[in-house]
């Protein structure tokens, strides 16, 4: 055989290889049916005809929507086989800048009047409606009660219910008003339950709802919790409302509106893309999902390598993306996700899921459309899921929540504005005895909601949302260099055990506890390390550590405290223990529960108050504060008071006595003290008891009716002699005395006082622009302008005066006005990763350094007391005009273990190039082409 022949022959080969590689052109805009679909000139048109050749697609196969079209359906794709290098894609081509939409909506016409507000017109061969926009915007089911009523009205209140059926006094409509009506009953803080009522009867003095699938998980709705109704005419009852029931909608439009003229459209399509089957390696890229009735892309197929790559996904009423079934190595990235009902991203079985940089927002914000445990902007239960560096905002329950999932990495995600209508969740949360050895690092948590009772559940139940929670029965998660600031509910919530929390940042305002172990009945809670962790507490008599024991075990088996660092700024921290006892965080430190605790230097030197700085403290106003000689001037009620030495400092102290027996209010008091209205006070003293008690402290009238006119403060003595200290501000001009009260409840005890004393302070005021912390949830370096130098968090500085803030790095900033006449920023503290992308020069901070090289993210970040490393590697392989290839190494040392651990996840899929919509057909080097390429130059022998 000659060359030539040889070169012919294998070219031969090589094109019936091409041969099987195929793609098709839609345009709903230019295309017909009756078209080839094979060439941009002969595009067809429908999505019908798009589930023709569906069934047809084989490896390397292409299905192309040109740009700024809008097609109407469901794509259904069953048992496709593409493979790693040559997936099957559904992507766009064109020049134009939108991407083209799989609408899940029907256009809507043909309306009759039949009230003096409402519409009807009948839809033939639909069964159900998810959703109804009208000029693109999405209107309201009509609902009853009417949600603009007031809190106390817009739910009726379970009176009794079984596991089918609820009961309530409040609807007295005639038997068969509610039958088939839409009932979202409030089972739980967190979950709404949804059914069909069956049979509606009202027996004379309750509605009795009975539905047709009994509630969630065999749970029955609690009596005082409430319930609404959708879905019947009866409902439709104000502007921009609607109910579609036995194939008629009814839309109720504006004021002298006739929806003739308006562009309606209904949600009628379940999905944008359906897989089923034994489908693998499918790309889906550059498309717009909007609207459907379910999700845009549904996924429950036995599949490996589906890719979901720069997508958008509007307005579907349940998920923007489902993976059932048992997907493996799926990825979702780049792609933006807005106005779900239950969740953006839901995954379920299978393993190695990868979510990375993707957007999502608005999600679970319509109150009891958030289905059985929804209303999360993505809620994955699938082993080995890496979860990375995606914004998730705005969200009604959890912006990221797993569940019962082996080794998933939770990492440079910027998660905010949570937890919105649901509660008992958290910025982060993690839950499930199969979730197993979680590492959640460099994450960005803050402003994490308690929501306001909307009127769904009892007044006496509260609202309990954390930054990132650690709920039951997980084990072995490693959490660090994270940031979270800002959260209704504590900074970190551990319900679990056997977790290592280190080097994160917690900026807590108004939470009931910085640190939070929990346990309760059933639910073990030991073994968890918390070490080199920032607390700080913003807020007046703020709790930095807060322990609950459900079996009233040693709470220092429940957590070990290793090297932590407390920043407060007013001076009076607390620690508080199943939820009773708070006292002062001074005590909890005596119990040496945490090895080595750092403070912030800023603490040691200054008092704070609420309303500003201590500057200036004045004289002792009382007399005999020291009780040197003796207990003049001190009086004490139903107790006795007597001098003694104190052992320690070679001076006189009091000794209360309170014998066994005593009930009622035991007072220690000193009157004939003279304030001023609007002037600041503090009050301070040592005390310890003999067991356990709590005081209340004050300053109040003399007599009836012995008002307090700063309030008062309650403290928890020990047997450990503590500094109290509390300022306040008169609400009035007036005699009145120091005054401490007890409550004994009959039982005895011995408390000593020494140094107690009142005295006039001058406070100046700081505003809290002084008092801040920033953090830099981007892959980019930032630098914060400051005309100052800055210390660290050991004293140490003065350094430079802008702030850099590395990716995913935070830091705390307290203004010091001693050292800066100013008002200028001081930096205290800085911590999570030290990460720098791509050829970035190196950056180093206090937690370590960064090496990196081109392509590649390497991060290395060391902790001060052991010394172990973890080497997570993770690499993915994309073919596209639009995305780089990237490999990502990331080093970091463990602060409880010394063990070395290993991880790699590859993934590698193809995508097709945008084809150009003018010219001739776009050419695609697939693997074939460049194989027969290199076979014919090493024939003609130039290879």
Known sequence: MNKMQFVLMSWMVCLLGLSESKTYYFSSSKGSDNNDCISIQTPCYSINKVNTITPTLTAGDSIFFLKGDTFGGQINLNNLKGTQNSTIVFSSYGNGTADPI????????????????????????????????????KISWGRTPNLDQPIQTRYFTIVDATSKSVITNQVNDTTGTWNNAVMRVRMFLWSFHTTTVSNYVF????????????????????????????????????????????????????????????????SVYNYGIQITGQSSYITISNLTFFGQATSGVYHTSTSNGLLIDRCTFIDQERTGVTLNGQPSFATISNSYFQGMQAQGIVGTGGTSLFVFNNTITEVGLIQGHQTEGGGSGMSITINNATISSNTVYNIGYNPIALANSENVLIEKNHVYLGTQTLSDGGGIYVWGPQMIATTVRSNIVHTIFSPPNDGSWPSNEGTINRGIYLDNW???????????????????????????????????????????????????????????NVLYTKKLEGIFIQEN???QQSTSKMATYRNNTYCDLYGSPFFRYNNLDIQPFNNWLAQGRDYKPQFCPISETHHFYS????????????????????VSSWGCSKCSISWVKNNVTGLGQAKIVIANGTTGQVQIQQYGLFINKGSYYHLQFKASSSSELVIQTGVQLGDAPWTNPGGSSAWVLENNVTLFNWVFQS?????????????????????????????????????????????????????????????????????????????????????????????????????????????????????????TTAGSITTTSSNASTGSTTSTTQQTSTTTTKADSSSTTTTSSNASTGSTTSTTQQTSTTTKADPSESGSNPLIITPNVLFCTLLTLFALGLY
Request: aromatic share 12%.
């Open 611 to 630: 309303a500003g700085r201590i500057t200036n403290e004045g004289a002792i106003m009382n007399k005999n504060p020291y009780f040197q000689n003796d």
């Open 474 to 532: 997980c084990s072995n998660g490693k959490v660090y260099e994270n940031t979270v600031f800002d959260t209704e509910g504590s900074s970190f919530f551990t319900n679990s055990y056997n977790h290592t929390w280190w080097n994160n940042l917690a900026v807590s305002g108004a939470g009931e506890g910085i640190l939070y172990p929990n346990e309760m009945t059933g639910n073990v809670v030991v073994g968890n390390l918390y070490e080199n």
């Open 203 to 266: 027996n004379g003095t309750h509605g009795i709802f009975n539905v047709t699938n009994a509630f969630a998980d065999g749970y029955v709705p609690t009596p005082g919790w409430k319930f609404y109704l959708e879905n019947l005419p009866i409902c439709v009852d104000e502007p921009n409302e609607w109910a579609f029931t036995n194939s008629i909608l009814y839309y109720y439009p504006p004021l002298n509106v006739d929806p003739s003229t308006q562009f309606i459209q209904a």
């Open 731 to 851: 609400s009035f001009t007036n005699s009145c005395g120091i005054n401490l009260s007890i409550f004994p409840n009959g039982n005895a005890y011995t408390l000593y006082f020494d140094e107690l004393s009142l005295t006039p302070v001058n406070v100046t005021p700081v505003t809290w622009e002084f008092v801040a912390y920033n953090a830099n949830p981007s892959t980019q370096t930032i630098d914060i302008p400051s005309n100052t130098s800055f210390i660290d968090i050991n004293g140490n500085g003065p350094f430079t005066c802008n702030v850099v803030l590395g990716p995913y790095e935070s830091r705390l900033l307290v203004y010091n006005a001693d050292n800066d006449p100013d008002l200028c920023k001081d930096v205290i503290q800085s911590t999570t990763s030290t990460t720098t992308e791509q050829s970035t020069t190196t950056t180093s901070s206090t937690s370590g350094t960064t090496t």
């Open 102 to 137: 799989i609408s899940g909506l029907t256009q809507v016409t043909g309306w009759t009047k039949i009230s003096d507000t409402v519409y009807t017109t009948k839809l033939t061969n639909i069964t159900s409606v998810s959703n109804v926009f009208v000029n693109s915007t």
């Open 549 to 551: 024991s459900a079996v």
